[in-house]
């Protein structure tokens, strides 16, 4: 009498939703093997896909038939032993030496003969057909979608899935947030931990309620995909989604990022204004070291001998703090040049269409130059890697110039939006000096000049 093992089946990712669950299976294939007196000898259960090779619990099942610990197979289907050219060609050879004499399926008539062999060979390559089109279909879709501007998947931190849309909408919960994240990054002034920190006091934490880890804000602040572009299977593509930042905003990111790449010596304390000014005598850097608890600054004396002695940090910030309170502005002052400015902007209006044409123009060429970069690399002029390279180079520009084309037509690119803001930071200072924060002050002389002096060295 011939011995029969059951194999049940069924993957997680199984695309077609009529096939029975592995314990229905079970429940029927028993039911079958008792109706046609059927000798179950063993019971093979396997939650894993059968569209590629290497399957353990049906390779196992395999090599005991080859040892002779049964003769026949009992499945639902033959799309349940295998949706793959290897496995079926493996049991069809099983057949041929005699060491499988029966198959056994409730959907599906089988004999040991050669029209039975070629009526299940048949069913297999309709199982692998079956896979290969619905991949093959899933694909195209995906690249349609990706023409289109969509990207697929998960929505990151800051954005939701709209599942009746299909689309990546902004969160209205957290999507401000995100903006934040990047700006308070970009001042160069926080470490990744910090930034995270900083962020979730504010509200921006993952979907589960957690604080977002190191790595979490680390792939926040990589992610093309919030200034308005995105990656599939490496090449960049431009999104039709709401932007959360500026393409600028991102690269100050990076550059800080790279800044911060090497890691801090051990012991090494946190010096906040090394780095902000020179030396007024000889024009060397500033260096800073601890002596008895406290944080002194000195020149480097790189160009030879300097009179200029220590100064410690306290009396620095002091000096801060007395420039910030020189270049205020009284908000009476501020208001009468903001004034000013809005009368300045109403008369040149009309003045800008130049700009507004001449960015147009370029993100035109972009566009041009993109389409013969594509030909280019259909004609194979060109190979994966460099077209992959050159186009992500050209879709940045192009998003770079659509930004500044929207930043210029919601707010005007020009001189008046520099002088509004100078007064409005100047009008900041005195706020910013009652504070008393050297790190806020060190930042603010950071954003309005440069190569500071002080004639305390």
């Known amino acids: 009498m011939n011995k029969f093992f059951l194999y049940a089946r069924k993957s997680t990712d199984e695309p077609d939703r009529q096939i029975l669950s592995i314990e229905a299976q079970i429940h029927e294939l028993k039911e079958f093997a008792e109706r046609e007196h059927l000798e179950i000898v063993d ?9 590629e090779p290497g399957r353990p619990i049906f390779n196992q099942m395999l090599s005991l038939i080859e040892k002779g610990k049964a003769n026949g197979v009992v499945a639902w289907h033959p799309d349940r032993l295998a949706r793959n050219s290897v496995d079926g060609g493996r049991i ?4 041929d030496i005699a060491k499988v004499v029966a198959l056994k399926f409730p959907t599906f008539w089988f004999e040991p003969t050669p029209q039975g062999k070629f009526m299940l060979s048949i069913a297999f390559g309709q199982s692998k057909y079956y896979v290969d089109n619905l991949s093959e279909n ?15 998947g998960q929505a990151p931190t800051g954005y939701l899935n709209d599942k009746a849309n299909r689309v990546i909408v902004p969160d209205p919960a957290r999507f401000k947030f995100v903006r934040e994240l990047f700006e308070a990054y970009a001042t160069g002034s926080h470490s990744l931990k910090e930034t995270g920190n900083l962020l979730s006091a504010r509200g921006l934490v993952s979907r589960n309620g957690n604080v977002l880890t190191i790595s979490n804000i680390q792939m926040i602040l990589r992610n093309p995909f919030y200034y308005g572009a995105f990656k599939f299977n490496g090449e960049e593509y431009q999104g039709k989604h709401k932007p959360a930042i500026t393409k600028k905003l991102f690269d100050q990111c990076q550059a800080v990022m790279a800044r911060k ?6 012991g090494e304390q946190k010096h ?3 780095g902000v000014f020179s030396c007024a005598e000889c024009g060397c850097g500033i260096t800073s070291e601890v ?4 944080v002194y600054y000195r020149c480097t004396k790189k160009k030879g001998i300097c009179a200029q002695p220590y100064v410690r940090e306290e009396l620095l910030a002091s000096q801060i703090t007395e420039y910030l309170q020189k270049v205020s502005l009284s908000s009476a002052w501020a208001n009468e040049m903001l004034a000013l400015l809005e009368k300045e902007q109403a008369e040149t209006t009309h003045a800008d269409a130049d700009f507004v044409q001449n960015l147009k123009l370029k993100i035109k060429e972009c566009e041009e130059k993109l389409d013969r970069l594509l030909d280019a690399h259909l004609e194979q002029t060109l190979s994966s ?3 992959v390279a050159k186009k992500r180079v050209l879709l940045d520009s192009k998003i770079d110039f659509e930004q500044k084309l929207k930043d210029f037509e919601r707010n005007g690119n020009h001189w008046l939006e520099p002088a509004r803001q100078f007064v409005l930071a100047a009008q900041q200072a005195k706020i910013i000096a009652l504070q008393e924060n050297p ?7 950071k954003r309005i000049g440069s190569n500071h002096v002080d004639n305390s060295f």
């Open 291 to 294: 002596q008895k608890g406290h």
């Open 138 to 152: 899933v694909k195209r879709g995906l690249r349609q979608k990706v023409r289109r501007g969509e990207q697929s």
């Open 272 to 274: 906040i204004l090394r």
């Open 261 to 266: 790449a090497h890691p801090t010596k051990r």
């Open 385 to 387: 890697e460099e077209y």
């Open 92 to 95: 069809i050879y099983l057949i």
């Open 43 to 51: 019971t093979f259960i396997e939650s894993q896909t059968a569209k």
């Open 439 to 445: 790190v806020a002050g060190r930042d603010f002389l």
